[in-house]
């Protein structure tokens, strides 16, 4: 058994997560990225994407959507971010049809005739939908 930690996390709304784990992957600015016991104290900005970890003791994952936010590492991990929804939580349908309307925003607004700023908005809310989606039917790396 893997060495565990204190992992917590976050969200404006709630405590999403409390508890130990062995191993944490999370999307930030740069790329995937793994945490374990012992790792070198870091604080990295998150970008939208899958959170993975591995409780103590357990030999599955657990999967959730998180968007933005931060993660520092030290003896304990601790990841804020602006949104958290585990894999069961999503409902699918409603994440498509996010998804669709956000891209066709987007289609309709390429000409310039939105602010930069709605743009990239628009973008991450795209982003989001997708990577709810994505959770929503599994996640997009293989379980091990």
Request: net charge negative; aromatic share 10%.
């Amino acid at each position: 058994m893997a060495k565990s930690f204190p992992f917590e996390i976050v969200t404006p709304e709630r405590l999403f997560y409390f508890g130990d784990v062995e191993l944490v992957i999370v999307r930030t600015t740069t790329g995937e990225e793994g945490f374990m016991a012992g790792h070198s104290w870091a604080c990295k900005l998150l970008g939208t994407g899958e959170l993975w970890f591995r409780e103590a003791g357990s030999k599955e994952y657990r999967l959730a959507a998180i968007s933005e936010g931060f993660i520092d590492v030290r003896e304990e991990v601790l990841i804020y971010t602006d949104s958290a929804e585990w894999q069961g939580e999503i409902d699918l349908e409603r994440a498509k049809e996010a998804g669709r309307r956000e891209l066709e925003w987007l289609e309709h607004h390429k000409t310039g005739n939105a602010s930069a700023e709605e743009v990239e908005a628009h973008k991450l809310k795209a982003k989001r939908a997708d990577i709810r989606q994505k959770v929503a039917a599994g996640g997009t790396r293989q379980r091990h």
